[in-house]
Antibody, heavy 120, light 111 residues
Framework: EVQLLESGGALVQPGGSLRLSCAAS????????MSWVRQAPGKGLEWVSG????????YYADSVKGQFTISRDNSKNTLYLQMKSLRAEDTAIYYC?????????????WGQGTLVTVSS | IVMTQTPLSLSVTPGQPASISCKSS???????????LYWYLQRPGQSPQLLIH???NRFSGVPERFSGSGSGTDFTLRISRVEAEDVGVYYC?????????FGGGTKVQIK
């Protein structure tokens, strides 16, 4: 059974930093691209970032380029999202999602999400 | 690519059909012959779950009452007989081009 467990969400002040983690199990992690998708309170879904199976290629939404960094540790079956210079508009539930194949495919499994709140 | 869903919300009597439309600003037909359109359901308080991939293919475990159709830029998700567990927000998504983009969502409620 595929499981994705996010952690690291918290209340952070504007300008602060946070690192999210996603522990994966139930599939061969190193064979699949992974992504982060966020959902602001009461809003729709926004793809944030994706990373190839090896970690060699990364992709970002324009809204977070230069601000967020995606990475993965295939030896630990874990996906990360390093977020800096956080703004109120980054407040959202952040979901880790498994790509069906490469980064430009679809998301077949999602984690339960972790809440990031940016507020003073 | 902009994805536009209609209606915004839908109230359905159990056992009755429901239909959601999704239109894309560009064709989702790739030159590999596949059409990169997907449907997700987000039940209240839960994360999204995949229902349909490549327009009309039900994901593992998805009931047969869910079906998808369409081509090019116009797509439809149909629920043949709505059940109580089908309440939530339905999203279409395209992946023909990065970034993947989602429709604004259609909220389905039970009458």
């Amino acid at each position: 059974e595929v499981q994705l467990l996010e952690s690291g969400g918290a209340l952070v002040q504007p300008g602060g930093s946070l690192r999210l983690s996603c522990a994966a199990s139930g599939f061969t992690f190193s064979n699949y691209a992974m992504s982060w998708v966020r959902q602001a309170p009461g809003k729709g879904l926004e793809w944030v970032s994706g990373i190839s199976d090896s970690g060699g290629r990364t992709y970002y939404a324009d809204s977070v380029k230069g601000q967020f960094t995606i990475s993965r540790d295939n030896s630990k079956n874990t996906l990360y999202l390093q977020m800096k210079s956080l703004r109120a508009e980054d407040t959202a539930i952040y979901y880790c999602a498994k790509d069906e194949g490469a980064v430009d495919t679809y998301f077949d499994y999602w984690g339960q999400g972790t809440l990031v709140t940016v507020s003073s | 690519i902009v994805m536009t869903q209609t209606p915004l919300s839908l109230s359905v009597t159990p056992g009755q059909p429901a239909s959601i439309s999704c239109k894309s600003s560009q064709s989702l037909l790739h030159n590999d012959g596949k059409t990169y359109l997907y449907w997700y359901l987000q039940r209240p308080g839960q994360s999204p779950q995949l229902l349909i991939h490549e327009v009309s293919n039900r994901f593992s475990g998805v009931p047969e009452r869910f079906s998808g159709s369409g081509s090019g830029t116009d797509f439809t998700l149909r629920i043949s007989r709505v059940e109580a567990e089908d309440v939530g927000v339905y999203y279409c998504m395209q992946s023909i081009q990065l970034p993947q983009t989602f429709g604004g969502g259609t909220k389905v409620q039970i009458k």
